[in-house]
């Protein structure tokens, strides 16, 4: 069983910049991809970006490419997500996911990942 923890939200201005990190603990040798998604209040949980487990590939929703980064440490079996450029649009709760089953495609969907974080909060003032 996979815990995740997510650290790292808060409130920023707009044009600011925030990291989060999601901390991976128990059977991590199991997963194949990481990911971010994020849900707004009143809002379905939408993706944000994923890597895999090697960190040889990556994938940004288009909301948040070029302003996004994710990248991931596996010695200390965290995954940071550096969010520049913020904007009052990406106030959200983060989720930070895992998921066990190799797919040659990145998977964009929720129900594609085995394993959830608690989420940390992201509030971008305007």
């Known amino acids: 069983q996979v815990q995740l923890v997510e650290s790292g939200g808060g409130l920023v201005q707009t044009g600011g910049s925030l990291r989060l990190s999601c901390v991976a603990s128990?059977?991590?040798?199991?997963?194949?991809?990481m990911a971010w998604f994020r849900q707004a209040a009143g809002k379905e949980r939408a993706f944000v970006t994923a890597?895999?487990?090697?960190?040889?590939?990556?994938y940004y929703a288009d909301s948040v490419k070029g302003r996004f980064t994710i990248s991931r440490d596996n010695a200390k079996n965290v995954v940071y997500l550096q969010m520049n450029s913020l904007k009052p649009e990406d106030t959200a709760v983060y989720y930070c996911?895992?998921?066990?089953?190799?797919?040659?495609?990145?998977?964009?969907?929720?129900?594609?990942?085995?394993?959830w974080g608690q989420g940390t909060q992201v509030t971008v003032s305007s």
């Open positions: 890597l895999t487990r090697s960190a040889g590939t990556t």
């Open positions: 996911a895992a998921r066990r089953a190799y797919s040659r495609v990145l998977p964009t969907r929720a129900d594609e990942y085995d394993y």
């Open positions: 128990g059977g991590t040798f199991s997963v194949s991809a």
